[in-house]
């Protein structure tokens, strides 16, 4: 899994985004780029991290407006997602997606704004309870001047900064912006940002709310490492809990994680599946997070509305596959055998007993009233299993 030398280059497939083309077709773009990377990748892991840094490091195109900004943010969670924390929380401080979602563009020299400097803290490193307002309030005044100029792309403007002396996790001197990260990730806090970068990803690859000794673990083998976020993901994946059975069905599948789950069981592209018409309702539009904390686990996708997307979803995959004659034959097998043929078709192994029996008892029925219906029920009940629903 950590070895993502196959990954394809970034720049392989990157949509032309002209805004000629309308809102509307650069996101459908955007959108169709990274789930087909996310079905086709000879490195899943490296697009899995982009899903989790799109979710912790938020920014939202309901906001940003700009689709290239938005773009540029999933980039650069796809070349760095596994590289150095501080590296990467500096790059995306600085990108036109961070700075107009968390208004940096306003924070100025006598009147800051305290947005971005509160999330740095509260939500991208720490954690609340581990620093002060004056912590933010010197924070803010550090990042004045890191905004946009007149074509939207980041400029430090000297004229906008404050130079002034600020005390600082109670260090008083002249901070700026990226020294402030640098102090964070690599200061005398950086076992509390280990701890909670840890359980954010464990809760993200494993189950949410790990036990402490477990988050102290993985995190102080992250800080050993460096901060290097690739050793984090190993410690997770080696450590024994990863493989209890909590960890085994802790996680829903987040709906991108569904609809690609889907796709990559039937070899389908974006093209045929047309995810963007139901990630919306079912509670996870790519590029757009709800709020700055991103998405939550589990129970956060079970609504009636997500339930019927997903239903939608599932119809019209149904649909495409009827016509390319997927299970023709379930006719000729037995209840069983046609279940379970329909099972492996999305690649669900070791169904409990519940669910292959409602698949049976299913066949059974059809075949004594609408037995045409059979193959249409097949193509689409795997796909609403409580199987498939997990990560």
Request: negative net charge; proline residues 6%.
């Amino acid at each position: 899994m950590l070895d993502t030398s196959a990954a394809e280059p970034a720049s392989n497939g990157v949509p032309d985004l002209n805004p000629d083309r309308g809102y509307y077709q650069n996101y459908v773009d955007m959108t169709w780029f990274w789930l087909d990377r996310c079905r086709t990748s000879q490195a899943p892991l490296v697009e899995k991290m982009v899903l989790f840094w799109h979710g912790h490091l938020c920014s939202a195109v309901g906001k940003v407006i700009d689709r290239s900004a938005m773009f540029d943010q999933n980039q650069l969670f796809r070349t760095h997602g596994l590289g150095n924390l501080a590296d990467l929380v500096n790059r995306a401080a600085v990108q036109p997606a961070m700075i107009t979602y968390l208004d940096n563009d306003r924070n100025v020299a006598g009147s800051p704004n305290e947005n971005f400097a509160r999330e740095l803290m509260e939500l991208f490193t720490l954690g609340v309870g581990h620093y002060s307002e004056q912590d933010v309030q010197a924070s803010a005044r550090a990042w004045t001047g890191h905004g946009l100029n007149s074509d939207d792309h980041y400029q430090f403007n000297p004229h906008a900064h404050d130079w002034g002396e600020k005390t600082f996790f109670g260090v008083t001197k002249n901070w700026d912006g990226p020294m402030i990260i640098d102090h964070i990730i690599g200061g005398p806090k950086k076992q509390d940002v280990a701890r909670f970068i840890g359980a954010k990803l464990w809760s993200f690859l494993a189950y949410p709310n790990p036990e402490p000794a477990v988050v102290e673990q993985v995190a102080t083998e992250f800080v050993g490492s460096g901060m290097e976020i690739r050793s984090l993901v190993r410690a997770i994946l080696m450590h024994p809990e990863f493989r209890s059975q909590r960890a085994m069905s802790g996680l829903m599948r987040t709906p991108i994680e569904y609809v690609v789950a889907a796709m990559q069981a039937t070899n389908l592209a974006c093209s045929d599946a047309h995810p963007e018409w139901n990630l919306r309702q079912m509670g996870q539009e790519p590029f757009n997070p709800p709020n700055v904390a991103g998405w939550k686990p589990n129970e956060y996708w079970i609504t009636p509305t997500s339930v019927w997307a997903k239903g939608r979803f599932a119809g019209y995959v149904r649909w495409r596959l009827y016509n390319r004659d997927e299970l023709a034959d379930s006719a000729d097998k037995s209840p069983p055998d046609a279940a379970e043929a329909a099972l492996a078709l999305f690649g669900i192994e070791n169904a409990s007993a519940a669910t292959k029996n409602a698949l049976i008892q299913y066949v059974n029925n059809e075949r004594q009233s609408n037995q045409w219906a059979e193959r249409v029920g097949l193509l689409m009940l795997p796909m609403m299993s409580p199987e498939f629903q997990l990560a």
